[in-house]
């Protein structure tokens, strides 16, 4: 059975730091398309970062520059490096894996930016 878990989130100031954390059970991470997604209240699910089997990666716009996804395969997680945090950002993260017609998503990681 295929388990994600999110964690690292938080409380942190602006141009804080924080660096979630995306773990998998029950598949290889290192073989799939990952991304990250976040979700403000009242707001739509929005892709942030994804990164694929070759490495390669995708960020979106308001993140360039600042945040750093990126995977460690003999933990089997993937990660988000996320600087220079804006209020803006305030949202629950969560990782998605598609495989096939099935798309798995984990429980989410509060991340607040406030002064």
């Known amino acids: 059975q295929v388990q994600l878990r999110e964690s690292g989130g938080g409380l942190v100031q602006p141009g804080g730091s924080l660096r979630l954390s995306c773990a998998a059970s029950g598949i290889i991470l290192g073989r799939n398309t990952i991304g990250w997604y976040r979700q403000a209240p009242q707001g739509e699910r929005e892709l942030v970062a994804a990164?694929?089997?070759?490495?390669?990666?995708n960020y979106a716009d308001s993140v360039k520059g600042r945040f750093t996804i990126s995977r460690d395969i003999r933990k089997n997680t993937v990660a988000l490096q996320m600087n220079s945090l804006k209020p803006d950002d305030t949202a629950r993260y969560y990782c998605?894996?598609?495989?096939?017609?099935?798309?798995?998503w984990g429980q989410g990681t509060q991340v607040t930016v406030s002064s």
């Open positions: 998605k894996l598609p495989i096939g017609t099935v798309t798995y």
């Open positions: 990164i694929y089997p070759s490495g390669t990666t």
